[in-house]
């Protein structure tokens, strides 16, 4: 059996998707079965799930990359790198709200761990689509 070299940091780095998240991809079939149609990666900026019809934008926030106040954690190593970075997206993910927003948008964000949890308890994720308007 041959032996493979173990991966450099940058190579597990270059593997970490942007898009089609596994978080992502399940939380929009959930939403094809409870019979929403929805837009992914619709317009500028970027949005997660979108219902243009109803001017409604879905930001799904990873835990770590976004920072979430309950999981995101900053790594021990190279913090010098990772504060100003992580620091970075929030700033980009406050910005891009706000231009939703000035173009007619209402904006969701949800952390990774409340889609997880969503996904496993169906009247909550019911709960916050009514909330959103997208359910009656």
């Known amino acids: 059996m041959k032996k493979h070299r173990p991966l ?6 270059a593997r970490i998707r942007a898009k089609d998240t596994a978080m992502e991809v399940s939380f929009r079939r959930t939403l094809w079965r409870l019979g929403l149609r929805f837009r992914k990666h619709y317009g ?16 799904l926030d990873g835990c770590f990359w976004h920072g979430c106040p309950k999981h995101g954690t900053i790594p021990k190593t190279r913090r010098e790198y990772w504060m100003p970075k992580l620091k970075r ?17 209402r904006v969701q964000r949800i952390w990774e761990c409340e889609v997880k949890r969503m996904l496993k308890n169906e009247g909550e994720l019911r709960a916050f689509l009514e909330q959103s308007g997208l359910l009656q």
């Open 89 to 105: 997206n929030k700033e980009r993910d406050g910005l891009q709200t706000k231009i939703l927003q000035q173009q007619g948008w």
């Open 44 to 59: 500028r900026p970027s949005i997660d799930v979108a219902f243009p019809g109803r001017r409604v934008a879905i930001m």
């Open 8 to 13: 450099t940091r940058s190579e597990i780095m």
